[in-house]
T-cell receptor, first 113, second 112 residues
C-alpha cells in the first residue's frame, strides 16, 4: 500500500506550457506539503496545507498554484513553465503541528525544454 | 536562506565501518530530524530528536544534538552497502506548522 503517491513520475514539457502534478496520501494526515529539490539536491519547502487550508506559502512565483480538493489530496499546477522550473518535486504529509515526521512521495521529475 | 549545513558533503567508507555525518544550523529549533534519500527515490524519515534531548538511538543509528553549538551528528554503526544514500538533516523551529528546513545533505557511499 503506497502511503504517499504522486503522478506523473516523469514530466517532460516545453517552455510556456501549463502542467499539473497530483499527490494523494492514504495515511489520514491533515497536513500536506510540496517541496522542490534542485539539481544540487537542495530541498526547499514551497507550500503546506492543513485540512485544505493554505498555511505555508514560501516565496514562490505565482505561476505555481497548489490546490487541495480534500485533505488527502494536494495538487500543484504550474503555469507558463520556465527552464528554471526543472527539478524534482516532492509531496509529503504529516500529522498537524510541529514535531512530527513527514512521509514523502516518490517525486516527480519535471524537465522543461 | 538555508538553515542546515552538512559536513562532509560526501563520505566513502567500507562495509563494517562507522559513518558520521554532521549538521549545523543557525536559529533555535524545536526539533531536528534526519532523513535518508536513496537515488531516485523520496526521503525516508530516520529519527527525530527534540531540543531538550541530547542523544537518541534507533537500531544502528545514533543521533546527538548540541543546542549550545547548534549542531547535530548522525552516526551509522557497522555500515552496510544498503546504507548507500544521501542523508539530510532538517530543522523544525516550531514556529511555522511543521515547516522543515533541510541541509545540503551528505552523500554516503558504502563499498562492499
Amino acid at each position: 500500500d503506497t502511503a504517499v503517491s504522486q503522478t506523473p513520475k516523469y514530466l517532460v514539457t516545453q517552455m510556456g506550457n501549463d502542467k499539473s502534478i497530483k499527490c494523494e496520501q492514504n495515511l489520514g494526515h491533515d497536513t500536506m506539503y510540496w517541496y522542490k529539490q534542485d539539481s544540487k539536491k537542495f530541498l526547499k519547502i514551497m507550500f503546506s496545507y492543513n485540512n485544505k487550508e493554505l498555511i505555508i506559502n514560501e516565496t514562490v512565483p505565482n505561476r505555481f498554484s497548489p490546490k487541495s480538493p480534500d485533505k488527502a489530496h494536494l495538487n500543484l499546477h504550474i503555469n507558463s513553465l520556465e527552464l528554471g522550473d526543472s527539478a524534482v518535486y516532492f509531496c509529503a504529509s504529516s500529522r498537524p503541528g510541529t514535531g512530527f515526521e513527514q512521509f514523502f512521495g516518490p517525486g516527480t521529475r519535471l524537465t522543461v525544454l | 536562506s538555508q538553515q542546515g549545513e552538512e559536513d562532509p558533503q560526501a563520505l566513502s567508507i567500507q562495509e563494517g565501518e562507522n559513518a558520521t555525518m554532521n549538521c549545523s544550523y543557525k536559529t533555535s529549533i524545536n526539533n531536528l530530524q534526519w532523513y535518508r534519500q536513496n537515488s531516485g527515490r523520496g526521503l525516508v524519515h530516520l529519527i527525530l530528536i527534540r531540543s531538550n534531548e541530547r542523544e537518541k538511538h534507533s537500531g544502528r543509528l545514533r543521533v546527538t544534538l548540541d543546542t549550545s553549538k547548534k549542531s547535530s551528528s548522525l552516526l551509522i554503526t557497522a555500515s552496510r552497502a544498503a546504507d548507500t544514500a544521501s542523508y539530510f538533516c532538517a530543522t523544525d523551529s516550531g514556529t511555522s506548522y511543521g515547516k522543515l528546513t533541510f541541509g545540503q545533505g551528505t552523500i554516503l557511499t558504502v563499498h562492499p
